[in-house]
T-cell receptor
């Protein structure tokens, strides 16, 4: 069975540009969460989506947005990129809310802003 | 704000020895605690979890201990193997309407052959 898949795996962008990251959850999983992991630190929660609705938001600026599609896949968008946005962006899926114990992470998208 | 942290950033152990990775948390209202393993180039992988109404839970070669009195969590790995080399994160789940998981900074475990 396919796990959580993220695309692209690596990305280089210039300051001020926009980026879209994509995530396909495990089949049957309806909840998708996004995390940012800066080098040398633990992942930080950005968003959670469930049944196409935002159910949680971390302490990130409005430049970060996301959405979930009817097939439960998700996109994370970041506008006006800053050098500090360089990080590994992780997507995690679970069956439903309250299913944190079933959280499965993808391998992430490595974003470098130059 | 609440946070989960680790005491040591790095840990080196001999192959075959037992490893103990420690973690301190600050939110006494947290209900669930999780240990994750992250290998280079991969996302965090679930190892073991424990609920706040328990003080010990065992898995295959791993044991998690929870001391709510001092808000301390530990992960014990028995007979550490080279494949155990990775960064280990403790994390907590907040009692909110969503599944926000708060990660600590991580401990890098190196296994010496």
């Amino acid at each position: 069975d396919a796990g959580v898949t993220q695309s692209p795996t690596h990305l280089i962008k210039t300051r001020g540009q926009h980026v879209t990251l994509r995530c396909s959850p495990i089949s049957g999983h309806k909840s998708v969460s996004w995390y940012q992991q800066v080098l040398g630190q633990g992942p930080q929660f950005i968003f959670q989506y469930y049944e196409k609705e935002e159910r949680g938001r971390g302490n990130f600026p409005d430049r970060f947005s996301a959405r979930q599609f009817p097939n439960y896949s998700s996109e994370l968008n970041v506008n006006a990129l800053l050098l500090g946005d360089s990080a590994l962006y992780l997507c995690a899926s679970s069956l439903s809310l309250g299913g944190w114990y079933g959280y499965t992470f993808g391998s992430g998208t490595r974003l470098t802003v130059v | 704000g609440e946070s989960v942290g680790l005491h040591l950033p790095t840990l080196s152990v001999q192959e075959g020895d037992n490893s103990i990775i420690n973690c301190a948390y600050s939110n006494s209202a947290s209900d669930y605690f999780i240990w994750y393993k992250q290998e280079s180039g991969k996302g965090p992988q679930f190892i073991i979890d424990i609920r706040s109404n328990m003080d010990k839970r065992q898995g295959q070669r791993v044991t998690v201990l929870l001391n709510k009195t001092v808000k301390h969590l530990s992960l014990q790995i028995a007979a550490t193997q080279p494949g155990d080399s990775a960064v280990y994160f403790c994390a907590e789940n907040e009692e909110t309407s969503y599944d926000k998981v708060i990660f600590g900074p991580g401990t890098s475990l190196s296994v010496i052959p």
